[in-house]
């Protein structure tokens, strides 16, 4: 299944994904350590994911509890396919090439690409 999440969307997967399963309230309680952002606008945008099969919800007392039901792997595979393509022509090359031209990679950096090269070769 092709997923398009928002930014706001991928926002809230990202902390399913490192919390793991957690209400909305704990969710929201997260966002608002970099963001002022209602509860209701939390519960909305999660009611929506839930609508679109990109959340989970299971009920445990009064409370619902979301979860995400799409990996972060595969996701992110989606995502980076679909920003080369678009970004980039469906040149990895290219993408490769611009973020190390405007990134200074620190010699570990460096070192670390190499062997991952190194180790797809």
Partial sequence: MM????????EILQLL????????REINDELNKSRDVGYT???KIMQ??????I???TEQGRYHVY??????ENTQKQ?????VDS????????????????????????EEIKKLLEGMG
Wanted: glycine residues 8%.
């Fill in 55 to 57: 959340l989970n919800r």
């Fill in 41 to 43: 606008t939390t519960l």
């Fill in 17 to 24: 994904w490192q919390r793991g399963p957690s209400s909305v």
């Fill in 79 to 83: 995502l980076l396919e679909k920003f």
């Fill in 67 to 72: 979860e995400a039901a799409v990996s972060q």
């Fill in 87 to 110: 970004a980039f022509g469906g040149s990895t090359m290219s993408m490769v090439m611009q973020a190390l031209g405007n990134h200074k990679a620190s010699k570990e950096e460096l």
């Fill in 3 to 10: 997923i398009k999440p928002t930014e706001a969307e991928l």
């Fill in 48 to 53: 929506l994911m839930h609508g679109k099969n």
